[in-house]
């Protein structure tokens, strides 16, 4: 199976395509998620859709919007309040993980295998087969 991110952005204008992902897909969402890390001194969040594989090809879309969007749970922002809306909306919890930022890493493909490597440990995502 492969499980690959998607990056659409940092969260400004994209947040809406994230969103419009998560419901034209609603059947196939495996979770929604929010990544909280630390960027000199500032607390932010990045918005995740982790999709359920497809059927042939067995590929894994995990969509992001990475570390463009204040922690809610530090300072309230709009862009989360739409994102927790659509999870409501779809009957979903989100599940909110802290994670290391991306800027420790010196290339994003490395930040995306240790997020991968975090999944899997958790269980949020099945093994490599």
Request: net charge neutral.
């Amino acid at each position: 199976m492969i499980q690959r991110f998607i990056e659409l952005g940092e969260g400004y204008s994209d947040i809406y395509e994230l969103i419009e992902i998560a419901k034209r897909n609603r059947d196939r969402i495996s979770y929604l998620m929010a990544f909280h890390s630390t960027i000199k001194e500032e607390d932010v969040t990045s918005l995740v859709i982790v999709l359920n594989p497809t059927n042939p090809g067995d590929f894994q879309p995990i969509y992001i919007c990475r570390e463009g969007i204040p922690n809610p749970h530090k300072k309230p922002n709009k862009r989360f309040d739409l994102f927790a809306q659509t999870a409501e909306q779809l009957q979903k919890d989100i599940i909110e993980l802290n994670v290391k930022p991306s800027t420790i890493y010196p290339e994003k493909e490395l930040y995306y295998q240790h997020l991968i490597g975090i999944l899997r440990m958790n269980r949020y995502l099945p093994p490599m087969q």
